[in-house]
């Protein structure tokens, strides 16, 4: 009798699946803005199941500029080819520690913050005038309008499109040289930009 319960019982046992051998490993890359250069590799069951998923990386990474790791880049899956997942930008923001290092005393901080129409949604974007004295209200309120024209002439274009003229193009250095008719301009940053799709 006991030994009729031992066979039963190893019948009656159910057979562990090691979830793990089921899944497959993924490369993440990057969106065209920096060249689709691969940012990860994460494992899958099907590509679907990353839909959704955000990967972030230090611009420094993306760029190979040390000096650009105070920015960080979200990338969110876009597509799958094969075994390679392609992704777009969604949003850049620069360390809140960078932006303290540039505020002293002596100088003020004009903030923006600009919503904007893009291609597919909106873009939210915040940019950090640091003059180098301190600044009038009314030199503030000069150089806010300077910067709302600027990111102005960016509207109806595609979100890439706007984080690669913000991040890698002149826009920064663009900004100082217009600011600098009202005030002396220590550092422009543009502290953090967000792509809302629409619904």
Same mark, same amino acid.
């Given at each position: ?56 990386? #230090? ?62 949604? +909106? ?7 640091? #003059? ?10 000069? /150089? ?6 600027? /990111? ?5 274009? +595609? ?36 792509? #809302?799709?629409?619904?």
């Amino acid at each position: 009798m006991a030994e009729k319960k031992g066979a039963k019982g190893a019948k009656g046992r159910r057979k562990t699946v090691d979830k793990w051998k089921k899944k497959s490993w993924y490369t993440i890359v990057s969106s065209k803005t920096f060249s689709k250069k691969p940012l990860c590799e994460t494992p899958a069951e099907k590509a679907h199941h990353l839909e959704g998923r955000t990967f972030k990386v #230090t611009l420094d990474r993306l760029t190979g500029q040390r000096m650009r790791r105070d920015v960080s880049v979200y990338f969110k899956y876009d597509g799958v080819q094969g075994q390679t997942i392609s992704t777009k930008v969604s949003k850049f923001e620069v360390t809140k520690a960078t932006l303290g290092r540039l505020i002293r005393r002596r100088n003020s901080k004009v903030a923006s913050f600009i919503k904007l129409g893009v291609v597919g949604g +909106d873009a939210r974007v915040s940019v950090v005038v640091v #003059t180098g004295r301190k600044a009038t209200q009314r030199q503030k309120t000069s /150089i806010r309008a300077i910067t709302d024209k600027e /990111i102005e002439t960016l509207k109806g274009k +595609d979100f890439e499109a706007v984080v690669d003229e913000l991040l890698l193009g002149k826009f920064a250095g663009n900004l100082a040289k217009k600011a600098a008719k009202i005030c002396i301009i220590k550092k422009v940053v543009v502290s953090k930009a967000t792509f #809302t799709q629409a619904k």
